[in-house]
């Protein structure tokens, strides 16, 4: 290299400037003989290597632990490494390479992107069991109930945010946020114990359905679900089989999706008239039925 990449005492070896210089691009290196040994491999139909997948936080439209379970079995030897991030930073790094593959939500530049659609999530209304709203059977953002309430929210930087601050503005909503949470596991429990209501994916409340009451946004609050590789190179071939695999596990995925939705939706307090299903009776501070 004509310069020092290390310098060494009796007790460490450090990197000289010119060896911080070269990192990155003796990690891309390294990366690429990899991937050039792994599509070898994908060749002889034998996967191996590693697959770095992004995801967000909630993806009703697809399954994606039974997803990534289905293509370990096909392909016992490549090394799952699932991180989950904002769409804005998943998008990123699979463009920059740094993943193999993500599953966002929301605006993509197709210059950096391919997009593989996968399906969507009708946003709803999550409020408390006993709310005076519960009783609706769909409601609007511009709806005048809804100025005067407190909001839980999802992290300002998310697609999902954004998503939802358009949809109020246009609606003439300026909510009022009280909270902000990076899980919408903790959001969903925030609307349990009061602290707001929120916009929030079906499935974000499936574990806390005796407790919360989901209303339908009227028009329809869509969010659409897709998995994007880097558009300036091709997918590498674990992403392939991973790709390969999407469309019968995205339609699993919308029909569980679909179950969860009308989980959620049969789940109402006691006394309600909206049930579907014969249930059984759930007492957790208040009495409440809920089919299971």
């Given amino acids: 290299m004509g310069a020092a990449l290390f310098v060494r005492d009796s007790r460490h070896v450090m990197p000289t400037q010119a060896g911080r210089a070269l ?4 990690r891309r290196a390294l990366a690429a003989a990899d991937e050039g040994r792994d599509a ?17 936080q909630t993806l009703g439209a697809i399954d994606l632990p039974a997803l990534l379970a289905g293509f370990r079995r096909a392909h016992p030897g490549v090394t799952i490494r699932l991180s989950h991030d904002a769409a804005s930073v998943l998008a990123s790094a699979a463009a920059d390479a740094q993943l193999d593959i993500a599953f966002i939500d929301g605006p993509t530049d197709p210059a950096r992107l391919t ?21 609706r059977a769909s409601i609007g953002l511009g709806d005048p109930a809804l100025r005067e309430r407190d909001f839980v929210d999802y992290r300002a930087d998310s697609a999902l945010r954004a998503q939802i601050d358009v949809a109020c503005v246009a609606a003439g909503l300026a909510r009022r946020t009280f909270c902000e949470a990076q ?10 114990h009061g602290l707001g209501i929120s916009v929030l994916p079906p499935m974000s409340v499936r574990s806390v359905t005796a407790q919360v009451s989901t209303i339908p946004i ?11 590789v880097a558009a300036t190179r091709p997918p590498t071939g674990a992403a392939q089989a991973l790709l390969d695999l999407l469309a019968p596990a ?12 009308d989980l959620i939706g049969a789940c109402q307090p006691a006394g309600k008239r909206r049930e579907r299903h014969q249930g059984i ?9 809920c089919p299971v």
């Fill in 218 to 228: 009227t028009p329809p609050l869509r969010r659409d679900i897709g998995a994007v």
């Fill in 281 to 289: 009776e759930i007492s957790r501070n208040f009495s409440s039925r």
């Fill in 115 to 135: 997009r593989v659609e996968i399906g969507h999530d009708d946003m709803v209304l999550a409020v408390p069991h006993g709310d005076p709203l519960a009783e």
């Fill in 183 to 192: 899980n919408m596991q903790y959001l969903a429990e925030l609307v349990q």
């Fill in 23 to 26: 990192l990155p691009s003796a």
């Fill in 40 to 56: 070898v491999a994908g060749v002889r139909g034998v996967l191996r290597g590693q697959l770095h997948v992004g995801a967000i």
């Fill in 250 to 261: 995205a339609a699993l995925g919308e029909a569980r999706a679909r179950s969860v939705r």
